[in-house]
């Protein structure tokens, strides 16, 4: 708004010429905002998907002794400072 030389895109004053020809950009911002929606709800769904399915595995077949294990060291880590 207060400097009158600038120029080029995405200003509707062309840079070299003296021609004021705004440039219109076709934006569909409707079809934009759908696809981050759908791409968000997807991420989700499947992380609870897989999630689920993950913990409905580890448990079922016996205490996850690989999970105890790292908490046990991360219990020591702390325990010794």
Same mark, same amino acid.
């Given at each position: /708004? +207060? ?14 010429? *003296? !021609? !004021? #020809?705004?440039? @219109?950009?076709?934006?569909? *911002?409707?079809? *934009? !905002?759908?696809? =981050?929606?759908?791409?968000?709800? /997807?991420?989700? +769904? ?10 409905? @595995?580890?448990? #079922?077949?016996?205490?996850? =002794? =690989?999970? @105890?294990? @790292?908490?046990?060291?991360? %219990? %020591? ?5």
């Amino acid at each position: /708004m +207060g400097n009158l030389d600038l120029c080029g895109l995405p200003l509707s004053k062309n840079c070299g010429t *003296d !021609e !004021e #020809t705004p440039t @219109i950009f076709d934006r569909d *911002d409707d079809g *934009d !905002e759908l696809n =981050w929606k759908f791409s968000i709800l /997807m991420g989700y +769904g499947c992380g609870l998907v897989l999630g689920m399915s993950m913990a409905y @595995i580890v448990f #079922t077949t016996g205490k996850p =002794w =690989w999970l @105890i294990r @790292i908490v046990e060291r991360v %219990q %020591q880590r702390f325990s010794k400072r």
